[in-house]
């Protein structure tokens, strides 16, 4: 089973409910955090790694002795990666999306393949969790071809924790992207309902099962319940704005571990998610 645990916005405890889940969950689970642009998921859960390689992303490599500078692979690209401009063909790296089109469309043969570094992918374990995650070069943008690296480093056999990207752009897709189950973390604010809104309708998009984790629940208003209500959106765990778990959260510390009480919320918070992609399955195999 794969979920992802994602929010509409940063800071809203994601990580926290993805890295207390696992580790109730402990060797039946791994942790890949797919947040790669700040990946912060290790500071919590502390695993050691035993693995780091660079990921890299093909670029096109212009021969000029072959070039005619007919600019077919300029025209092609959508992305504008490409310009020719008098006897020179410009490359803007950080814009290609590494298609190939442009290999295919030059007429002369004069586009090969380089590569450009992207990030680093780290493998390791944080006790019986496994723990995989993906961190982006400073300053580099294109996070999705990384983001799949790092799924695809998961063991299939164990159950997969997703901690996404904030937000509902391209890098939460990839990172929610055929998953069993979309766990949307929120506050009750405006601001919380906003960007909840934002990402059920992706969620509703890619046709994924979700619930809802609605975090310093004693703060801010009764819109975001309202909403889970009338979107059906089934609200699984409420986590209080209590200063004991501020304090545990300051220290790096996890709930489940500073304040052990919270395990069995944990447990109990997957069982619910066990059941909703459960009777989802079986529904879809009716149809
Ligand atoms: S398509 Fe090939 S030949 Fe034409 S400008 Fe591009 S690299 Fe040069
Ligand atoms: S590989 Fe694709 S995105 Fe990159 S420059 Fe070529 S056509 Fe553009």
Known sequence: MIISI??????????????????????????????????????????TFTQSEPVTTPIPLIDETKCTFCRKCADFCEF?????????????????HSCGGCMLVCPEGAITETSRELGT?????????AFVNGRLRVGEAMSPPLIKRVRAAADPDRITLIDAPPGTSCPVIAAMHETDFVLLVTEPTPFGLHD???????????????GLVVNRADIGDNAVFQYAEEEELPLLLTIPFDRQIAEAYSRGRMMVDALPEWRHQFIELFAKIEQIVKVNKEAACVN
Not at 20 to 28: D, E, P, S, T, Y
Not at 121 to 129: D, Q
Request: aromatic share 2%; glycine share 10%.
């Open 6 to 47: 994602a929010s509409g916005k940063g800071g809203t405890g994601k990580t926290t409910v993805a890295t207390n889940l696992a580790q109730v969950l402990g060797n039946r689970v791994q942790l890949l955090d797919c947040d790669v642009e700040e990946p912060n998921a290790h500071l919590f859960l502390q695993p």
């Open 80 to 96: 504008n990666a490409l310009a020719v401009v008098g006897k020179q063909v410009l490359v803007f790296a950080e814009l290609c």
């Open 121 to 129: 992918l780290n493998v390791g374990n944080a006790g019986e969790v």
């Open 196 to 210: 909840l809104k934002l990402a059920v309708e992706a969620v509703k998009l890619l046709g994924i099962p979700a």
